[in-house]
T-cell receptor
Framework: GAGVSQTPSNKVTEKGKYVELRCDPI?????LYWYRQSLGQGPEFLIY????????DSGLPNDRFFAVRPEGSVSTLKIQRTERGDSAMYLC?????????????FGPGTRLTVL | RKEVEQDPGPFNVPEGATVAFNCTYS??????FFWYRQDCRKEPKLLMS???SGNEDGRFTAQLNRASQYISLLIRDSKLSDSATYLC??????????????FGKGTKLSVIP
């Protein structure tokens, strides 16, 4: 079946601009996660959705970052006033449930470059 | 101790060699562990899950030592296609019954012809 999809695959923007990154999880998966991966690092947790609500946003670095999942399926990560330090790979993952043994399936990521 | 710590490598090994990666974790309450594989500029993909003392899948063996808070991944008879970064992953409780994944920085493996 279809896996997690993310668009765009690459996004280049200028410092100070607003960007939106989209994630389409595996159908039927209630848990959705956003991670950010910088070069040479492992992915770092940003935010977790259970259904439509953000159950844990403790990983968001500051209030320029926001994410929504209005209908419990597609999610959008929004970054305001982008900074060069926001450049990274943004990964979305989904899982059927949110337990410690539930496999998270990752999308191909959006590579964000802020000039 | 960092939450999840791995030797970054790189490990350069010849085809057919056996190679082992180590990972230590700080949360003694962790119950499950994963090894993910990540190819260059691609997303992480689950390689193995470890819930008890260990798990074996073909050429890959994962072992868990809870007393030492240590996980290992052993790859036997290395193939060129095994070249990738291997990420040690520990689910962390976020409260309210949910779990996020905490990743190590990854260990880079290059298998050389």
């Amino acid at each position: 079946g279809a896996g997690v999809s993310q668009t765009p695959s690459n996004k280049v923007t200028e410092k100070g601009k607003y960007v939106e990154l989209r994630c389409d999880p595996i159908s039927g998966h209630t848990a959705l996660y956003w991670y950010r991966q910088s070069l040479g690092q492992g992915p770092e947790f940003l935010i977790y959705f259970q259904g439509t609500g953000a159950a844990d946003d403790s990983g968001l670095p500051n209030d320029r970052f926001f994410a929504v999942r209005p209908e419990g399926s597609v999610s959008t990560l929004k970054i305001q006033r982008t900074e060069r330090g926001d450049s990274a790979m943004y990964l979305c993952a989904s899982s059927p449930l949110a337990g410690p043994t539930d496999t998270q399936y990752f999308g191909p990521g959006t590579r964000l470059t802020v000039l | 101790r960092k939450e999840v710590e791995q030797d970054p490598g790189p490990f350069n090994v010849p085809e057919g060699a056996t190679v082992a990666f180590n990972c230590t974790y700080s949360n003694s309450a962790s119950q499950s562990f994963f090894w993910y594989r990540q190819d260059c500029r691609k997303e992480p993909k689950l390689l193995m899950s470890v819930y008890s003392s260990g798990n074996e899948d073909g050429r890959f063996t994962a072992q868990l030592n809870r007393a030492s808070q240590y996980i290992s991944l052993l790859i036997r008879d290395s193939k060129l296609s095994d070249s990738a970064t291997y990420l040690c992953v520990v689910p962390s409780s976020s409260g309210a019954g949910s779990y996020q994944l905490t990743f190590g920085k990854g260990t880079k493996l290059s298998v050389i012809p």
